[in-house]
């Protein structure tokens, strides 16, 4: 009976969340046109026809690769990463809007509603990626074939719901913080954007050691979002990437434990209310 | 015999933000069938008194008790015996009407093939059966509070809070909902808790408690509280208790 209520809440909030997406037509858009761009535009201005040498952390067959292929795990994860903040978007319009009260007054744990949350987020975020794999890489498999080939991104599978759940914990963390719908902004600047850009999603790291960037290489290693991103790349390989594995393991644990955390009565109410009245 | 079962029970909360202290032992009970209004100023600590009951924030000392269950120990038995009306709109505005009511359901796990049936009956009774399929940004703010009250009842609760849920209504929809919930504490023996600032909402209560600056001035039926006041109106015997005269 408890775990019926359980699922019922889950399908609630996952249902929830799909029928608002599709309300908002143009979210799929952006979200397989954003990735298109730069697999499309900018793989085009920057990748060299030599293609490019991932590095020692290689997981391809050959030290030269495609840089359309090179890119794609990274934009893979830019289509999660853009989901994930999405869903702490809609966390913080939930608030706004008063409907948090009627998430935080159900008769569910709410270690619970907020995994809940996290998994109808992480549903929308895998529907989205994999929109973006099935339209965007038959395109480029026309003119540079991959060396990943199709079954890749199915073993993928997995990770790339890891990777989304980790991204989507760290939403719901940074949903705790984000007051207002404007603040958002904030989040594209001070999160998003170093995330990507400090990551090997466009470039092997090597390459910041290169050009004589170590404090940038350092950020990169610390990133977990490289982690995330390499872990995709090695699993459509058809290889497993244990650190990458571990590291989004234990970030998913620690942002969801600490956005649990946050919304804690005890902690975070108590504490906003005192903000207000103090 | 269900008349004199205790429903809600507060025994000597406090609550502080920071030094200032919000709600001083704060103590009262509900039976059910009862409607009680909580009468008191802005800032009195009626909302604050209220987000301790839902569990939506923890008093620092003293017990809350719905039916029973503390809801501060046992949260999650305590929430299934509450439907609440908040003052500020709850209801998304994204879903159409059915889809706000189901999703309630599921949130309650209520069977969703019995619940269908009571979600049209019930919209039939406040006429809105024709909107079960708009979206809720549609609807006028009288039509969306009642979408709130029917949605705050499916899952059947011995206790019902409402918090000023007058607030923004015309003067039709206000006593429509008046009508509605005196119905409904008739028929269905529920006990309401009504927290508002406005004094013609009180007069129809069972027992009336005026809260002012965390303290409950007073507590008692419209006639006990005229005859302390020594007032003939309640509006006139409510500032008379507020101001300390």
Same mark, same amino acid.
């Given at each position: 009976m408890i775990f019926r209520h359980y699922i019922l809440a889950l399908l609630g909030l996952s249902l929830r969340e799909i029928i608002k997406f599709s309300n908002q037509k143009g979210r799929l858009f952006s979200a397989i046109v954003r990735p298109a761009l730069w697999l499309f535009v900018f793989a085009a201005g920057?990748?060299?026809?030599k293609g490019i040498d991932p590095g020692?952390?290689?997981?391809?067959?050959?030290?030269?690769?495609n840089y359309f292929e090179y890119i794609t795990p990274g934009l893979l994860g830019m289509v999660l990463l853009f989901s994930g903040m999405q869903s702490s978007l809609s966390m913080v319009y939930d608030r706004e809007m008063g409907v948090m009260k009627i998430l935080l007054t159900a008769p569910l744990p709410r270690w619970y509603m907020l995994l809940a949350k996290l998994i109808s987020g992480t549903v929308l975020s895998i529907l989205q990626a994999y929109c973006f794999l099935i339209i965007c890489i038959p395109i480029v498999n026309i003119y540079t074939p991959f060396l990943t080939n199709y079954t890749g991104w199915l073993l993928a599978f997995p990770f790339i719901v890891l990777f989304g759940l980790m991204l989507g914990s760290l939403g719901l963390l940074l949903s705790v913080h984000i007051k207002q719908l404007e603040n958002f902004a904030g989040t594209m600047n001070f999160v998003i954007f170093p995330m990507f850009f400090i990551s090997s999603a466009l470039y092997p790291l090597w390459r910041l050691v290169d050009n004589g960037a170590i404090f940038v290489y350092y950020l990169a290693n610390a990133n977990p979002f490289t982690y995330g991103v390499e872990m995709i790349r090695a699993a459509s390989l058809g290889t497993f990437y244990l650190n990458g594995f571990i590291v989004c393991i234990v970030c998913t644990i620690i942002f969801l434990f600490l956005a649990i955390r946050g919304y804690n009565p005890q902690v975070s109410l108590i504490k906003k209310s005192k903000a207000k009245n103090g | 015999m269900l008349k004199n079962k205790l429903v809600l029970e507060i025994n000597n909360v406090k609550k502080y933000y920071n030094s200032f202290l919000?709600?001083?032992?704060i103590s009262l009970k509900i039976n059910s069938g009862e409607l009680v209004v909580l009468l008191g100023p802005n800032g009195a600590g009626k909302s604050t008194l209220f987000s301790i009951i839902t569990g939506l924030m923890r008093a620092d000392s003293g017990a809350c008790l719905i039916n029973g269950y !503390?809801?501060?120990? !046992?949260t999650i038995s305590a929430l299934k015996n509450l439907g609440v009306v908040f003052q500020q709109p709850t209801i998304d505005?994204?879903?159409t009407v059915k889809q706000n009511l189901l999703f309630h359901s599921r949130l309650h796990g209520i069977d969703l093939n019995l619940v269908k049936k009571t979600i049209y009956e019930e919209l039939v009774k406040t006429g809105l059966e024709k909107k079960i399929n708009n979206k809720a940004r549609t609807l006028s703010g009288g039509e969306r509070r009642k979408v709130e009250l029917i949605r705050s009842l499916l899952h059947k609760p011995k206790m019902l809070l409402m918090d000023e849920p007058t607030v923004g209504l015309d003067p039709g929809s206000r006593t429509d909902l008046l009508r509605k919930i005196l119905n409904l504490k008739k028929t269905k023996s529920l006990s309401i808790l009504w927290t508002t600032h406005l004094v013609d909402e009180a007069e129809k209560a069972d027992k009336i408690i005026i809260l002012n600056k965390g303290i409950i001035k007073t507590a008692g039926t419209q006639s006990e509280i005229l005859s302390l006041a020594k007032e003939k109106n309640l509006a006139n015997a409510f500032l008379k208790i507020v101001k300390g005269e």
């Open positions: 920057v990748g060299s026809a020692v952390l290689n997981f391809y067959p050959t030290q030269n690769v | 919000a709600l001083n032992n !503390n809801i501060a120990d !046992n505005l994204e879903l």
